[in-house]
């Protein structure tokens, strides 16, 4: 992926991994345009092009990027969390991206709240990727992947994200 002349990449991970290295490669190649994540993580390059406004970022619960990367693989288009009930993420407001000056220029808009047995549950709308690119131990032609330790959190979810 690092080699192709690929740009203008909406990425979808926990997190942009660090400097120099997996997704850190494409940040500083300056081809990531968009992040869903939930963790910032400890790349000080995807912090200063977020900071300095040269790539947009939504910033999301960790259970809840996960919930919506099964929901995209599944074929569910949305579903409803309490996770965010009452904060910027259902409210609103989040920076999404900056302008070179430190202004805000793109701000998260409020997502649909609606009540089951009297509680309230924020709307979410599942993730369906063009590619997803995992860590397996194993995969064979046939596209069974095997995955284990930490491989296990989000890689079998991003997998059932990606359309190819």
């Not at 790539?55 to 960790?62: R, S």
């Not at 993420?89 to 900056?98: A, S, T």
Request: hydrophobic content about 40%; aromatic content about 8%; proline content about 5%.
């Amino acid at each position: 992926m690092a080699a192709a002349a690929i740009t203008d990449l909406e990425i979808f991970s926990n997190n942009c991994g660090v400097d120099d290295y997996g997704l850190g490669i494409l940040l500083a190649s300056k081809r990531v345009t968009r992040v869903t994540a939930s963790y910032v993580g400890e790349n000080r390059e995807f912090a200063r092009q977020y900071l300095c406004g040269e790539l947009e970022v939504e910033l999301i619960p960790q259970g809840t990027l996960a919930e919506r990367l099964r929901a995209g693989g599944t074929g569910i288009p949305a579903f409803y969390t309490p996770a965010g009930v009452g904060t910027p993420v259902g409210d609103g407001g989040l920076p999404w991206k900056y302008t070179t000056d430190g202004a805000v220029a793109v701000t998260s808009p409020a997502k649909e709240i609606r009540e089951f047995d009297s509680r309230p549950y924020v709307l979410e709308h599942g993730i369906v990727a063009d590619f997803a690119l995992v860590h397996a131990v194993r995969g064979d032609t046939e596209g069974n992947l095997v995955f284990e330790k930490s491989a296990l959190n989000f890689n079998p979810l991003a997998a059932m994200a990606g359309r190819c």
